[in-house]
């Protein structure tokens, strides 16, 4: 199971909030999407995807908040094993 959430955040916070996400460590997936509805881009995050490979995604939303004002990060989690 899992769930998803929105978070609006302004260019050059994008970055740090992915970054952020991706440490807590439950997402699936993250999509970030424009002001205007349009997707900008999109990417799976699996189990034990860490360092090396994570690198090129992150430098990509580098380029990404460089560009953009205010966007929203869709982020799909999984839900809590309790």
């Known amino acids: 199971m899992s769930f998803q ?3 609006k955040v302004h260019g050059e916070n994008l ?10 460590g439950n997402i699936r997936k993250i999509t970030i ?3 205007d509805g349009k997707e900008l881009m999109s990417f ?7 360092g ?9 939303i580098g380029a990404v908040a ?3 004002g205010e966007c929203t990060i ?6 809590a094993k309790e």
């Open 33 to 35: 999407i424009d002001k």
């Open 44 to 50: 799976p995050l699996t189990i034990g995807v860490v």
């Open 52 to 60: 090396a490979l994570v690198a090129p995604v992150l430098a990509a």
């Open 5 to 7: 959430e929105s978070f």
């Open 15 to 24: 970055l740090k909030k992915v970054k952020e996400l991706i440490e807590e």
């Open 66 to 68: 460089a560009l953009v």
């Open 74 to 79: 869709k982020v799909e989690r999984d839900e």
